[in-house]
């Protein structure tokens, strides 16, 4: 079945840089890859999602890069804010028969120091 | 996200005894997901459902019973709850199309077995 990892499992920046986590999957039949965010004691939130036909997607401060070839896919935030601060998971769809369920990555405790 | 709800949200319950945890969305979505969620391990799926009548398991369904006689319920039970069955508990639903719709995600249920 399908495995997804995920990279780093914690990350700290300083407020106004980069982050970037990554993720990769082990089945080549996944074509939907989306992004959570998790605030403490928080339900999950989709934040970003990128479809297997695009290989990049940008919603303001954050993007999402997809590599088929590769079977790897990252979220990029920029100009990071202390309200950036949150677990986030990335997810693949995998298809089981005739149904697909999402397998999602083990997450990124992200800190961002003001 | 007011769309779905859990109840129980806390729960302390012993070993041996029979827990279930309810799910209500009312968005008339058709797929609905049951998960965990621990430390180090991310968000695992337990079971999920297609449609009313319609369910199948996750990665994790070992111990868990679920049940969909309506559309907008999603019961799930643990029959004999054990020490390892501790976690949050997420509800989630999908819109009326394949499971690449974006899920929606409960406030969750923090059991607790002792």
């Known amino acids: 079945g399908e495995n997804v990892e995920q990279h780093p499992s914690t990350l700290s920046v300083q407020e106004g840089d980069s982050a970037v986590i990554k993720c990769t999957y082990s089945d080549s039949a996944s074509n939907y890859f989306p992004w959570y965010k998790q605030e403490l004691g928080k339900r999950p939130q989709l934040i970003i999602d990128i479809r297997s036909n695009v290989g990049e997607k940008k919603d303001q401060r954050i993007a999402v890069t997809l590599n088929k070839t590769a079977k790897h896919f990252s979220l990029h935030i920029t100009e990071t804010q202390p309200e950036d601060s949150a677990v986030y998971f990335c997810a693949a769809l995998n298809y089981g028969g005739s149904q697909g369920n999402l397998i999602f990555g083990k997450g990124t405790k992200l800190s961002v120091k003001p | 996200d007011a769309g779905i709800t859990q109840s129980p949200r806390y729960k302390i319950t012993e070993t041996g005894r029979q827990v279930t945890l309810m799910c209500h969305q009312t968005w008339s979505h058709s797929y609905m997901f049951w998960y965990r969620q621990d430390l180090g391990h991310g968000l695992r799926l337990i079971y999920y459902?297609?449609?009313?009548?319609?369910?199948d398991k996750g990665e994790v369904p070992d111990g868990y019973v679920v049940s969909r006689s309506k559309t907008e319920n999603f019961p799930l039970t643990l029959e004999s709850a054990t020490r390892s069955q501790t976690s949050v508990y997420f509800c989630a639903s999908s819109g009326t199309s394949a499971p690449q719709e974006t899920q929606y995600f409960g406030p969750g249920t923090r059991l607790l077995v002792l």
């Open positions: 459902s297609a449609a009313a009548d319609i369910t």
